[in-house]
């Protein structure tokens, strides 16, 4: 699959190049870049990257697909170009206005598009394993969600921990607004029955840990995933070039990608 890479010298970019070039079946043909990078028409130093390629702010007319990890007001020109050469595209660029949103609709009208703000394979099966696991454990198994980031994270709970609150929830055809509790303190009161609690904790360098614990009288269920490192994202990513090439135009998340739907 002959794959280009926007958003190239970026910090996903520079993981994609490298996961690219490990990755059997695929072939890195362009490293994108915007017109006033820096770097435009200097050699692409990542290890397993073919001698001889550039970074580039031309289209990359070559390439099958492409993977997007720039910025997101750049993401609807970036689209209507890989429309107008019927190229596959994969959308890991996050922060979409309403109206940038409505141009990956417009799009993928044309073209088949991969969108997930987060591509790790861990954290998609996480997400499945949790809907399934409250779907069939039901009501009598309390659900705790406990995340834990970096000293340095801004938001809290993380969105990665909201998605599985909304998955578990899901799994309990329940709204996650119905029953959600981020913290507790003070006199709270017993629990209520079919509450999911939400908890952040915050310290160190930790790149990103979530547990989702099933707790009922008799026996506990703790299913985890950690994230050491941002290759996570761009392994998923390039999961997802090599299987969206020649897919029919639509919407597809990572979902589709790990044969879930
Ligand atoms: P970054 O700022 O390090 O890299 C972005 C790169 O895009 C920069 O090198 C920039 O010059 C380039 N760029 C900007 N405009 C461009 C254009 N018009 N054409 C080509 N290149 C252009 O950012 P990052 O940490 O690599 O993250 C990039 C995006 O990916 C962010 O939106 C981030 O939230 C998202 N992200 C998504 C996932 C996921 O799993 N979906 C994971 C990590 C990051």
């Known amino acids: 699959m002959k794959i280009a890479i ?22 890195v043909v362009a490293a994108v870049e915007r017109p006033d990078h820096p770097l435009l028409g200097t050699a692409v130093a990542v290890p397993g990257v073919p001698a001889g390629l550039t970074y580039s702010s031309q289209w990359p007319a070559a390439a099958e697909v492409v993977i997007d ?20 595209y994969v959308l890991g660029t996050t922060g979409l206005t309403p109206e940038e949103q409505e141009a990956v609709h417009a799009a993928a009208n044309t073209i088949p598009v991969i969108w997930a703000p987060n591509m790790s394979l861990g954290v998609n099966l996480l997400l499945e394993l949790v809907r399934r696991s409250a779907e069939i454990l039901g ?22 921990a909201i998605g599985l609150a909304q998955a578990a929830a899901a799994g309990r055809k329940v709204s996650l607004d119905d029953v959600a509790c981020y913290g507790r303190q003070g006199i709270v009161g017993e629990r209520p029955s079919g509450e999911i609690g939400i908890h952040a904790l915050r310290g160190g360098s930790v790149v990103g840990d979530h547990t989702v614990h099933f707790i009922a009288d008799e026996e506990r269920i703790e299913i985890t995933h950690k994230a050491s490192s941002r290759e996570v994202f761009a392994k998923g990513a390039i999961r997802g070039a090599l299987w969206v090439g020649g897919k029919q135009p639509g919407i597809y998340t990572m979902r589709h990608v790990l044969g879930f739907e």
């Open 139 to 160: 009501p009598e198994y309390d659900i705790e969600i406990v995340e834990t980031h970096h000293r340095l994270k801004k938001d809290a709970p993380s969105g990665t």
């Open 6 to 27: 926007l958003g190239a010298a970026g910090r996903m970019g520079q993981f994609l190049l490298s996961t690219a070039a490990k990755t059997e079946g695929c072939e």
């Open 69 to 88: 990890f720039t910025f997101h007001s750049c993401v609807p020109n970036n689209l209507s170009n890989a429309a107008a050469n019927g190229q596959g």
